[in-house]
């Protein structure tokens, strides 16, 4: 293996850890409620920006941290009431709208408040590269990692072994069932947003000290999670990991090998592929209809 | 009678428009408002009959205005041209819809939401034929022998193209073809039980909404005389979700009252553009939830409840 595709490699991983987590915050609320969310870049945008914001205004870097996480987990949690009250009368159709709304007004607040410059946290450690097999890496892409898979872990553990991860799958499979067995569907759609936007905004902090961040960081973000936890299969939780990572990776070899300026064009094009091969995306089932 | 009332009151006020107020600022700012109402009314048809959304029209309005222009660029005549590229924006279309509406749900809204990131990178590279970021010089209309520039006239063109436009999908949605699209919205699973082949109404639908997308596109490269790939962006495509949406899904009184604030939104913004987003997205989030049917359906409650 050549140097340079290592470096791709690390740089994919970075970026596809974002996308990763994002579709599976994505994947967490669409199981929970059948809305595709458009926002949810945003959480990314407010979990990486208000944690910058914060270190500037002199605060420490884990209390930042937390405070930003906090600041989305309200945000995703506020949208979550409003979609409540608007799906009851509206139907799905009216919801997915109502994201992308959500994710405008959270947007033009932020721009509103803090202005359109770029900004970026410090490296949680050092910001010297570190040499790995010839390869450099940032300490930071490191950290970016061992926080991707403890997030994964922990949400693995929540989903398969925890009482209320289990109610929430059972309501994802069926909700009405579920309903019937006794269990709290309106708690579960809560849950799905809180913990889709903590995943968001602690993805965005651990990513801000390397992709940076501003108000609009957000938009792209959450388009590729959309199209990472659809290549993955609609609906599938390790389906919308697989799907953000390999999203991540093929970005940063098509702006290695090929250009720059067409890696935004790549998600889409893999989409098509694998709709042509197949149809539910990479780990999805036949069932489709999701009402 | 009363019924026919504000159409009547409408179109006098839209033809006298540019006499009595003539100043071409506002003459622009008309022109605008038609071209964004008519892909708006494009997209409201979509979404009000088969309740697909696409969050890519914008990308399919700067197909039809680039594709026209580049072929006016190699010496197409410029009414023919605005015609062939509405058609091979249709095709387009068609070929997406047989793609992506094979699957239940939002799928077709994902396939245009990625055309349209494809299209604005595209746009943006191709710098030998697009002229990249710096935008592509458009050939002006010729009618008759004669380049059209004037304001007025093309206000006249455009609320022309609207009106046939309206008229058009109004027909539409009143013929046997419309009257089982509205079956679909309503009650999917009883229009396929009465044999209405839905799959195939939707797909004629989308490329009905995408080839009027480009037309408008088409129409407003030549009238402007200068395109961009900002033409194509996401924004653009959320503004004509917006429009719709305000308006009232399906609604074409709505789409064209949709386009009319979303257009001059930024006019009466200029002074405030830092909160255009926060502004634009209160409007249409207020909206979704206050009026879930949109500004146009609860005041002609109104009206009727007055006249009758």
Partial sequence: MDLAILQ???????????????ALGFTIIFNASGVINFAQGESIMLGGLISAILVQAGWS???????????????????????????????????????????????????????TSTMTLPHFSSAQPLSLMGATILPQTLWVIVTALLVLAILGWFFECSRMGRAFMATASNAITAQLM????????LLAFTISGIVGAVAGAVTAPITYTSFDAGVMVGLKAVIGAILGGMGSIPGAVVGGFLLGIAEALTAGYVSSAYKD??????????????????????????? | ????????????????????????????????????AAVAVSLSVLLGTTGQLSLGHAAFVALGAYGSALLAQHGVAVPASILIATILVGLLGWGLARLFLRLAGYYLAIATLGVGLVVAVVLRNEKEITGGIDGLT???????????????????????ALTLIIAATLTLLKSPAGRALRALHDAETAAIALGVDTLRLKVQVFVYSAALAALMGALYAHYVGFISPNAASFHRSVEFVMMVVIGGIGSIAGAVLGA?????????????????????????????????????????????RRVS
């Fill in chain 1, 265 to 291: 064009a790549v998600s889409f094009l893999m989409v098509v592929l694998v709709f042509l091969v197949r149809p539910n995306g990479l780990f999805g089932r036949p069932a489709v209809e999701r009402v």
């Fill in chain 2, 138 to 160: 458009v050939e002006p209309l010729a009618l008759w022998g004669a380049d059209i520039y004037s304001e007025v006239v093309w206000y006249y063109i455009l609320l022309a």
């Fill in chain 1, 61 to 115: 870097l884990p209390v930042a941290i937390l405070a930003a996480v906090l600041c989305a987990t309200l945000a995703s949690i506020l949208l979550q009431k409003i979609s409540l009250r608007v799906l009851q009368r509206s139907g799905i159709l009216t919801v997915i709208v109502l994201t992308v709304a959500f994710g405008m007004v959270v947007r033009g607040t932020v721009r509103a408040a803090a202005g």
């Fill in chain 2, 1 to 36: 009678m009363a019924s026919a009332l504000p159409p009547l009151a409408l179109a006098i006020v839209a033809i006298g428009f540019p006499i009595v107020l003539t100043n071409p600022f506002f003459i622009a700012l008309a022109n605008q408002v038609f071209l964004n």
């Fill in chain 1, 182 to 189: 006794g269990i709290n569907t309106k708690m579960v759609l």
């Fill in chain 1, 8 to 22: 791709f490699l690390s740089s994919g991983i970075t970026e596809g850890a974002r996308y990763a987590l994002a």
């Fill in chain 2, 260 to 304: 009319l604030i979303i257009t001059l939104l930024p006019v009466t913004l200029a002074d405030f553009e830092q909160f255009e987003t926060l502004v634009a997205g209160s409007i249409l989030l207020a909206t979704l939830i206050f009026l879930p049917e949109g500004l146009v359906r609860p005041v002609k409650r109104i009206w009727r």
